[in-house]
C-alpha cells in the first residue's frame, strides 16, 4: 500500500446541504498527506457557489499545520468569492490545542464577513 492509500484510508470526507449551507464533514486525521483531499473538497464545493460552509471537525482525531493552512487558504478564497466558511465542531483536545496556540480559534470559527 502506498502512501496515498494509506492517507485515504486515514480521513473521511462527506459533504451535504442543509438549511442553506453546505456542510462537508471531516473525521480522522487531518495532515500534511491528507490535507491536499481536504483542499479539492473545500475549492469544489465553493467553486461550485456555495454561499455559506460549515467545516465540521468533530470527528477529527488528528489536525497539523498543513490543514490549518488549507481551512485558512478556503476561508480567504471565499471571502474573495462573497462567500462564508467557517470551522465548527467539538473539538478533540489535540485540535482545541493547536488552535489555541495558533491563536486561530476564534478566526477560523467565527463566519467571516461577506
Given at each position: 500500500?502506498?502512501?496515498?492509500?494509506?492517507?485515504?484510508?486515514?480521513?473521511d470526507?462527506?459533504?451535504?446541504?442543509?438549511?442553506?449551507?453546505?456542510?462537508?464533514?471531516?473525521?480522522?486525521?487531518?495532515?500534511?498527506?491528507?490535507?491536499?483531499?481536504?483542499?479539492?473538497?473545500?475549492?469544489g464545493?465553493?467553486?461550485?457557489?456555495?454561499?455559506?460552509?460549515?467545516?465540521?471537525?468533530?470527528?477529527?482525531s488528528?489536525c497539523?499545520?498543513?490543514?490549518?493552512?488549507?481551512?485558512?487558504?478556503?476561508?480567504?478564497?471565499?471571502q474573495?468569492?462573497?462567500?462564508r466558511?467557517?470551522?465548527?465542531?467539538?473539538?478533540?483536545?489535540?485540535?482545541?490545542?493547536?488552535?489555541?496556540?495558533?491563536?486561530?480559534?476564534?478566526?477560523?470559527?467565527a463566519?467571516?464577513?461577506?
Amino acid at each position: 500500500m502506498g502512501q496515498g492509500d494509506d492517507a485515504d484510508s486515514r480521513m473521511d470526507l462527506s459533504v451535504a446541504g442543509a438549511s442553506g449551507r453546505t456542510i462537508v464533514r471531516v473525521a480522522g486525521e487531518v495532515d500534511y498527506l491528507t490535507s491536499p483531499r481536504l483542499a479539492d473538497e473545500l475549492e469544489g464545493v465553493l467553486a461550485a457557489g456555495a454561499g455559506w460552509v460549515d467545516v465540521e471537525f468533530t470527528d477529527v482525531s488528528f489536525c497539523d499545520c498543513a490543514a490549518l493552512g488549507v481551512l485558512i487558504r478556503a476561508r480567504q478564497k471565499a471571502q474573495a468569492a462573497g462567500a462564508r466558511l467557517r470551522l465548527r465542531g467539538s473539538f478533540q483536545p489535540s485540535v482545541s490545542r493547536l488552535l489555541a496556540v495558533m491563536e486561530l480559534t476564534s478566526v477560523l470559527t467565527a463566519p467571516n464577513s461577506r
